[in-house]
């Protein structure tokens, strides 16, 4: 089973910027889909950006041109740069894996198998 661990959540004033990690374990071979989500409470969870392996990653427009989501091959992390933070994007973050590469709707919080704790942002 994949094993997910999220950190870097904090509190920071709009403008500013915060990195996401979320580290993966207990899966020899590279996961295909990796990804963020976010949840405020009482709403859905919703995409902000994903990674297929090997190939561009994308991002929900609301995000676009701020995030960045990046992957460390060597040290199995998923990396979320977030600037230009705004109130908006307060929310619980989540990272979610699917090894396989036949996922038909990456972009559905539902079509992932594995899912991080979440890590809290926070922007004032």
């Known amino acids: 089973h994949v094993q997910l661990v999220e950190s870097g959540g904090d509190t920071v004033q709009a403008g500013g910027s915060l990195r996401l990690s979320c580290a993966a374990s207990g899966y020899s071979q590279p996961i295909f889909y990796v990804g963020w989500f976010r949840q405020v409470s009482g709403k859905g969870r919703e995409w902000v950006a994903i990674s297929p392996n090997g190939l561009m990653p994308y991002y929900t427009d609301s995000v676009k041109g701020r995030f960045t989501v990046s992957r460390d091959t060597v040290k199995n992390t998923l990396y979320l740069q977030m600037n230009s933070l705004q109130p908006e994007d307060t929310a619980m973050y989540y990272c979610?894996?699917?090894?396989?590469?036949?996922?038909?709707?990456?972009?559905?919080?539902?079509?992932?198998?594995?899912w991080g704790q979440g890590t809290q942002v926070t922007v004032s």
């Open positions: 979610a894996a699917d090894p396989s590469y036949t996922n038909r709707a990456p972009m559905m919080a539902s079509s992932y198998h594995y």
